[in-house]
């Protein structure tokens, strides 16, 4: 599965219609999107499509042809999703109409042709499902932990000071495992 983690645009242009796609990570997609439809208020349509993962690792999927011929624009850019299996990203496609009417043929075509152009031209990030790791340890010991936390690419979630020092970390599972095996005589994993 992959990912983008930037917005990236590409303009295609089919018979005087102008299709301006915009990938954009999901955690941006709401706000975009409101944006666009500020910036660009000529725009005919504002097609859209997007896959993420919810908190039970299951993809979420949605497309819309917003007022395009059913089926037309928002599956076929989905469709583009899936293919190269991407998760939490959306596509937004802006169309200007110019005047062509394309037939439900040539609408498929150009909103596919408009995914695939600008997911070519973006950089796509390879996904690593994250683990989260609640550990213990001595309180002397915290600049070391947090130091190797750094080195190993492990991200501290949340910090505690109760009874002892508790730190729930997380990062993929490659990062996780080289950090438990530096910091074996010093932590404890906590069930």
């Known amino acids: 599965m992959k990912y983008i983690d930037k917005i990236h645009i590409h303009t295609h242009e089919v018979k005087q219609s102008k299709f301006i796609a915009y990938l954009v990570p999901f955690s941006e997609f709401t706000t975009i999107l409101e944006e666009l439809k500020n910036s660009h208020p000529k725009a005919r349509h504002f097609v859209v499509a997007y896959r993420y993962l919810n908190e039970f690792n299951q993809i979420v999927e949605h497309s819309n042809d917003d007022g395009e011929p059913k089926g037309t624009s928002g599956k076929p850019s989905l469709f583009v999703l899936q293919g190269l299996e991407m998760i939490n990203s959306g596509v937004i496609i802006v169309r200007y109409f110019g005047g062509t009417k394309l037939g439900t043929g040539g609408l498929v075509r150009a909103y596919s042709d408009s995914v695939n152009l600008v997911l070519n031209s973006a950089s796509l990030v390879e996904y690593k ?53 530096k910091m074996d005589r010093l932590v404890k994993i906590v069930e």
Do not use: H, P, W
Not at 139 to 149: A, K, T, W
């Open 129 to 181: 499902q994250d683990t989260s790791v609640t550990i213990s340890f001595e309180y002397s010991n915290i600049r070391m932990v947090e130091y190797e936390c750094s080195a190993c690419g492990v991200d501290i979630v949340e910090k505690s000071f109760d009874t002892g020092t508790i730190y729930k970390i997380k990062g993929i599972e490659s990062n996780m495992k080289l950090f438990l095996e």
